[in-house]
């Protein structure tokens, strides 16, 4: 049986992680001039990893844990490529609300930061890799979080929290390019950014609407069966 919301000691080191120790190492990564890109990005996934090693206190690791949400995240990465050719267009986000819906917060996470870091492998490493691994991760454990409370059961409330998230996605985003290459960032300066991503960020939810609408029912569905047949994450 599922344990309360924030009675799940994964779902409570998670919370930690995401609401303090990300921000902060990040923020600090890119006032020290973010070159050390690579290294953030492997420390990030290690700790995101964090909550999945305390499902193993007291059983052995199985491989089956940890298959469905690597293909997942390449499936996302895959996507990301694949629309290539349409800016700010992507299935990204909406994979990655699909996954955690059925596997949990902590899986959501960490299945967007994988995402993030394997679709750069096509698209390019920098300093906005951990950004971005950042900004999806947390897509994914909101989207979490939210199934585990009933709130994305029905179908206009997935879709509302689907479009919300291309703006959260680029509002997270406007904070590493406005550290990196604005000498004054303030409110003023932010909410410009903000104001200039509208439209890019609109596209974004908009497909991530339209990716939702047409995979939530069928991926949803052969995720929780392979789940439920293999036990995977279920502890």
């Not at 990300?22 to 600090?28: G, Q």
């Not at 305390?54 to 940890?66: F, N, T």
């Not at 985003?173 to 509208?198: E, H």
Request: aromatic share 14%.
């Amino acid at each position: 049986m599922q344990k309360p919301l924030l009675k799940n000691r994964r779902t409570q080191v998670m919370l930690v992680l995401v609401a303090v120790v990300f921000p902060a190492v990040l923020i600090a990564f890119t006032l020290g001039g973010g070159h050390n890109y690579a290294l953030m990005s492997f420390v990030m996934v290690v700790l995101a990893m964090v909550p999945f090693l305390m499902l193993y206190e007291m059983k052995k690791p199985q491989a089956r844990e940890w298959i469905p949400l690597a293909v997942m995240a390449a499936i996302a990465a895959v996507g990301r490529a694949a629309f290539a050719f349409l800016p700010h267009f992507k299935p990204v986000s909406a994979i990655i609300i699909i996954t955690a819906m059925v596997f949990g917060p902590e899986a959501g996470f960490l299945t967007g930061a994988i995402a993030a870091l394997a679709s750069n492998l096509f698209f390019g490493q920098g300093p906005w890799t951990p950004w971005q691994m950042f900004a999806w991760g947390l897509i994914g454990f909101i989207a979490g979080l939210l199934s585990r409370r009933g709130l994305l059961k029905k179908k206009w409330q997935l879709l509302v929290f689907g479009m919300f998230t291309g703006y959260l996605y680029g509002w997270i985003l406007n904070i590493w390019s406005g550290a990196g290459f604005l000498y004054d960032l303030n409110w003023g300066s932010y909410l410009s950014l903000c104001v200039t991503s509208f439209i890019p960020d609109t596209i974004h939810g908009v497909s991530t609407v339209i990716f939702l609408w047409l995979l939530s029912d069928s991926w949803g569905a052969k995720l929780r069966r392979v789940k439920t047949k293999f036990g995977i994450l279920a502890n």
